[in-house]
């Protein structure tokens, strides 16, 4: 499947006919493997106070050997339904966060008060209190937390249960705009279904490209679905207007998080492999529960389409070809141009860098360059073609160099952690102790720049 929507030719290297580029195309890799924020997750929940579940290093770490990198993690906060949360749990929270990050996982995030329809929720004013506790600990750890979900209200924070009446619009919109505020804005909320959020923004129409990542409340704002493709509505996802409510979601997801769980299936057949994978196409699925439905998800291996799904959840950067400056010299310009395909159902949603690196082949040197290109823009399969002039600077050595591209996480504990690089899918790229992707190209640098680069980006030398 994958081969007919990319070029899968062998690696070469030729002259272009009108330029002194060096051209390289690039063969497609179907391996599966774990990238940032994206594919199948692992559930895990933890209760309150003394019934706490910690994270385990061990487990998280087993977890990422099974090409994932995201859990979910649900906090019960049933024995503070009536008081200010306590420093345990906080501490306890915090904890967990720093477990993650040393697993080298991220996570989806909610908290709710009660795990039954039965079960009261808490009050606006001890919702408002928690989070207002909760702040400290988004500040700290929004590195790892890939969303927050809105959770808070009713049975599992799903918006549908009240027992303190939390269901009306207004006191909605006073918890989403608590949580806008108390979580940094670089992350994004998810809620439970489109007319949530189209009542809460007051409008229908949906995120675009001119908004997108802007930081507006609508900008932050995606969605999760709970009983995907599993009854008429998907359980009440959507109104009566469900195409509407579709293509409204469908839009806005190459621009916000989208991402749930199945459920057992109500009046509809479990849905079969073209369903899947067209309906998680059309919608922008990032993620998805691997420990829930297992009637739906079993299925799709029966079928033969879940390697399909594990690889096209979320993003799937593809090269296609390079062309690269074969000799530079210090104080001159290499250049850089890259066609890249994106096959996933979907697109980035949280901050990414991009980089292009030299390495000295004989002393290990490393330069650095940062350019002003924003990955999460890479749409669902829409081609992107890249152009960069990078400057050298004066004294760096002559030599061969091997030229990668970084996409590194921007948040400063993970920049450097080759778990949270995005990996591209093409053959012998992928170096996995320094997260880099080797474009198969060096430049020789050596001589005298006949044309002195002016422009404003530059190697750095790695310190």
Not at 106 to 120: D, P
Not at 249 to 269: K, Q, R, W
Not at 368 to 378: G, K, L, Q, T, Y
Not at 425 to 441: E, I, M, P, R, S
Request: hydrophobic share 35%; net charge negative.
């Amino acid at each position: 499947m994958i081969c007919g929507l990319i070029a899968c030719s062998n690696t070469e290297k030729e002259p272009e006919k009108d330029s002194r580029l060096m051209t390289v195309n690039y063969t497609a890799s179907y391996d599966i493997f774990p990238n940032p924020e994206r594919g199948f997750y692992r559930y895990t929940e933890s209760r309150s106070g003394t019934s706490a579940t910690p994270l385990d290093e061990n487990t998280l770490k087993s977890y990422r050997n099974e090409s994932i990198s995201l859990i979910y993690r649900i906090y019960y906060l049933k024995d503070f339904k009536d008081k200010a949360l306590s420093q345990q749990v906080l501490e306890q929270i915090g904890a967990d966060m720093t477990i993650l990050r040393v697993a080298g996982l991220k996570c989806v995030l909610r908290f709710a008060y009660s795990s039954n329809e039965n079960e009261a929720d808490a009050s606006l004013n001890i919702i408002l209190q928690h989070l207002e506790q909760l702040q400290p600990v988004f500040e700290t750890n929004a590195d790892v937390i890939a969303v927050l979900q809105a959770g808070f209200i009713g049975a599992w924070g799903e918006w549908y249960y009240s027992s303190n009446n939390l269901k009306t619009p207004g006191i909605r919109a006073t918890i989403l705009n608590k949580m806008l505020e108390t979580l940094p804005d670089r992350r994004m909320i998810q809620v439970r279904t489109p007319a949530y959020k189209t009542d809460y923004v007051q409008r229908n129409t949906p995120v675009g490209y001119n908004e997108a990542f802007s930081g507006t409340k609508a900008a932050r704002i995606g969605h999760h679905n709970d009983c995907f493709m599993a009854s008429a509505t998907d359980y009440g996802t959507y109104t009566s207007k469900i195409e509407e409510e579709k293509n409204y979601i469908g839009s806005e997801g190459v621009y916000l998080p989208v991402g749930g769980e199945t459920c057992p299936p109500d009046g509809v057949d479990p849905a079969d492999c073209v369903k899947a994978e067209s309906e998680m196409r059309r919608l922008h699925w990032s993620f998805l529960n691997q420990d829930y439905y297992h009637g739906v998800n079993d299925r799709w291996k029966t079928l033969g389409c879940m390697d399909n799904i594990i690889r096209e959840l979320g993003y799937r950067f593809t090269l296609q070809t390079g062309a690269y400056s074969d000799e530079a010299a210090p104080n001159g310009e290499i250049k850089i141009e890259l066609a890249i395909n994106n096959i996933g159902y979907a697109s980035l949603y949280n901050p990414r860098k991009m980089e292009f690196v030299l390495k000295n082949t004989t002393t290990g040197e490393i330069y650095i360059a940062a350019v002003n290109e924003d990955p999460r823009f890479w749409k669902p399969m829409i081609p992107v073609e890249l152009k960069f002039g990078i400057g050298l600077p004066h004294d760096i050595p002559v030599g061969i160099y091997d030229l990668y591209l970084n996409l590194p996480d921007p948040e400063p504990l993970l920049y450097s952690r080759p778990e949270y690089a995005i990996r591209l899918a093409n053959k012998d790229v992928w170096d996995a102790v320094t997260g880099y992707n080797y474009l198969q190209h060096q430049v020789k640098i050596a001589g005298n720049a006949s044309v002195v680069y002016q422009g404003d980006i530059f190697f750095e030398k790695k310190l």
